[in-house]
């Protein structure tokens, strides 16, 4: 007879403002988005076993060290890997859940976000913790990185944002440690991303402003270095189309671009005619399950 099954799942994020200067202590807005992935641990006898179709070496030292054995492990996901989607928080929170639920423990959210971030230190060196909070708890949220992290859940937005995807994947370790490795160079625009946050905040019901700081947030991404010609095409791509303001959304080098519209089905439409996977996220939040459902 098969034991029973115990499965947690996480969300994916994306980053309106923020990404990057929040590692160092700067403050970044970013949403739960409605794709999801499931972890399933299957209990088992002895050392545990990934069952999953291509063998990754991080998420491999993710199980050994959360847990070396009595599980085989599988993953159910529906965020693309390495496009600044969360795609990695989103499985170190499945995980998290999951092994609250194996070993019968009411996890509250501090302690699901510390075993998280074990998870997610091994996939990438530094992570700020935004991608795991937002992973688990979703709505609009601004973090700050700290210990613990200052958290503050934020009203739901008057518009709407389109994902591009650029069908390329980017490291967020390499992004990461190529933005480190040009400091303190860079640090007055590291410094200026985090004060185009507070602009974002104050901003967010604001579209029209909103969009123009998207629009300088990109070009500070650029400045950082973590753009690429195509994506910078992509923004224009959509600003053509008619929206407010578009950025690179994650860790950058690939991934994805965020359009944001108050015009939606116009917007996408013409934005489809060159991308068309383009597609409105789905702002998911804990408190209201579904949020909102466009995709
Ligand atoms: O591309 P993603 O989903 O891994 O986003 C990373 C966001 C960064 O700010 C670049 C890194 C971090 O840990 O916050």
């Known amino acids: 007879m098969k034991s029973e099954a115990f499965e947690g799942t996480g969300h994916g994020k994306l980053i309106l403002t923020?990404?990057?200067?929040?590692?160092?202590?700067?403050?970044?807005?970013?949403?739960?988005?409605?794709?999801?992935?499931?972890?399933?641990?299957?209990?088992?006898?002895?050392?545990?076993?990934?069952?999953?179709?291509?063998?990754?070496?991080?998420?491999?030292?993710?199980?050994?060290?959360?847990?070396?054995?009595?599980?085989?492990?599988?993953?159910?996901?529906?965020?693309?890997?390495?496009?600044?989607?969360?795609?990695?928080?989103?499985?170190?929170?499945?995980?998290?859940?999951?092994?609250?639920?194996?070993?019968?423990?009411?996890?509250?959210?501090?302690?699901?976000?510390?075993?998280?971030?074990?998870?997610?230190?091994?996939?990438?060196?530094?992570?700020?913790?935004?991608?795991?909070?937002?992973?688990?708890?979703?709505?609009?949220?601004?973090?700050?990185?700290?210990?613990?992290?200052?958290?503050?859940?934020?009203?739901?937005p008057n518009w709407d944002l389109i994902v591009m995807d650029s069908g390329c994947a980017g490291d967020t370790s390499v992004m990461v440690d190529g933005v480190a490795a040009q400091r303190p160079r860079i640090d007055p625009l590291l410094e200026q991303i985090g004060q185009l946050t507070e602009r974002a905040q104050r901003h967010l019901h604001?579209?029209?402003?909103?969009?123009?700081?998207?629009?300088?947030?990109?070009?500070?991404?650029?400045?950082?270095?973590?753009?690429?010609?195509?994506?910078?095409?992509?923004?224009?791509?959509a600003l053509e189309a008619g929206a407010l303001g578009a950025k690179l959304s994650g860790a950058g080098g690939g991934g994805v671009v965020i359009a944001l519209t108050t015009n939606a089905d116009p917007v996408l439409q013409r934005i489809r005619e060159t991308h068309p996977s383009a597609f409105v996220c789905s702002i998911w939040s804990k408190e209201k399950e579904p949020c909102k459902s466009r995709q």
Do not use: W
């Open 18 to 156: 923020g990404e990057h200067s929040v590692v160092y202590g700067y403050p970044a807005i970013a949403l739960g988005i409605s794709a999801k992935t499931t972890v399933r641990l299957e209990p088992i006898s002895g050392i545990s076993r990934i069952n999953v179709s291509e063998r990754d070496e991080r998420f491999c030292t993710v199980v050994e060290t959360l847990c070396p054995t009595g599980f085989e492990v599988s993953i159910r996901s529906e965020l693309p890997l390495g496009r600044g989607m969360g795609s990695s928080a989103a499985v170190a929170v499945g995980l998290a859940r999951a092994l609250a639920k194996a070993r019968a423990i009411e996890a509250s959210a501090e302690a699901l976000f510390d075993t998280a971030m074990r998870a997610e230190q091994i996939f990438h060196s530094n992570p700020s913790g935004l991608d795991a909070q937002v992973s688990l708890q979703g709505g609009v949220l601004r973090f700050v990185r700290g210990q613990p992290p200052k958290i503050e859940a934020l009203r739901s």
């Open 206 to 237: 604001d579209p029209t402003k909103l969009g123009a700081l998207l629009n300088e947030n990109h070009k500070l991404l650029c400045d950082i270095g973590v753009s690429n010609k195509q994506l910078n095409q992509m923004t224009t791509t």
